[in-house]
Nanobody
Framework: QVQLVESGGGLVQPGASLRLSCAAS????????MGWFRQAPGKEREFVAA????????YYDDSVSARFTISGDNAKNTVFLQMNSLKPEDTAIYSC????????????????????WGQGTQVTVSS
């Protein structure tokens, strides 16, 4: 089992930055690739970013690739999502997820492939 707990969400103005954290516990963190997803009210969950187990590979949705950065700290079993230049359309519940890695470079954008999910943290971007 892997337990995931997100933090760092909040209410910010357009153009601001937030850093989300996802702390993992349970099985060896380094055997799992990680991802961030978000779900806005009335919309389906969508992929945001993913990172490989060693952190050497990352993959982003086009809507955030120029503004968001995913990173990981294996020693602390934590994955981060740095979000810059936030827009109102970024408002959503952000959740992290873990999937058993198929290779050292494996990243995954399909939510259905993930094995474990956190509860999510609310991000609201509004003036």
């Amino acid at each position: 089992q892997v337990q995931l707990v997100e933090s760092g969400g909040g209410l910010v103005q357009p153009g601001a930055s937030l850093r989300l954290s996802c702390a993992a516990s349970g099985r060896t963190f380094s055997t799992y690739a990680m991802g961030w997803f978000r779900q806005a009210p009335g919309k389906e969950r969508e992929f945001v970013a993913a990172i490989s187990t060693g952190g050497n590979w990352a993959y982003y949705d086009d809507s955030v690739s120029a503004r968001f950065t995913i990173s990981g700290d294996n020693a602390k079993n934590t994955v981060f999502l740095q979000m810059n230049s936030l827009k109102p359309e970024d408002t959503a519940i952000y959740s992290c997820a873990a999937v058993r890695a198929r290779s050292s470079s494996y990243t995954e954008k399909s939510a259905g492939e993930y094995d474990y999910w956190g509860q999510g943290t609310q991000v609201t971007v509004s003036s």
